[in-house]
């Protein structure tokens, strides 16, 4: 193992903090929270985290009339994953590739006579 710790991205933090709250949030609501997940925690990463949910709709923002900037979440415009509802079965099963084959190998230690 590498020894390094895996963490939540800022995406998943963000998206969560919005479910949770079911409410208008500001940056610094946003940074509170995944302060509370993360160590190190760089504003500009929220925000893209932000700016890439909205490109997706699974967020939205308003700015009030101060130019504060408030996020909430809109679960039924999120575009970000898609479902299938059944597998379809392919006409015809599909080959191997060429040069394909599982490699299996036999190691033979020979004790005797060194």
């Keep these: 193992m ?19 709250r079911n409410d208008y949030v500001t940056y610094d609501e946003l940074y ?20 890439h949910l909205k490109e997706h709709k699974a967020i939205d923002f308003v700015i009030d009339g101060d130019g504060r900037v408030f996020w909430y979440f809109t679960p039924e415009s999120d ?5 299938v509802d059944e597998r379809t079965p392919e006409s015809k099963p599909r080959k191997r590739k060429k ?8 190691i033979v230690i020979d004790g005797g006579g060194l």
């Design 32 to 51: 509170d929270y995944v302060r509370e997940t993360r160590s190190e925690v760089v504003l500009s990463h929220i925000s893209a985290a932000c700016f």
């Design 79 to 83: 575009d970000r994953s898609r479902t």
């Design 99 to 106: 040069g394909y084959r599982k490699f299996r190998a036999t």
């Design 2 to 20: 590498s020894g390094k710790v895996k963490q939540m991205t800022y995406t998943y933090l963000v998206l969560e903090c919005l479910k949770e």
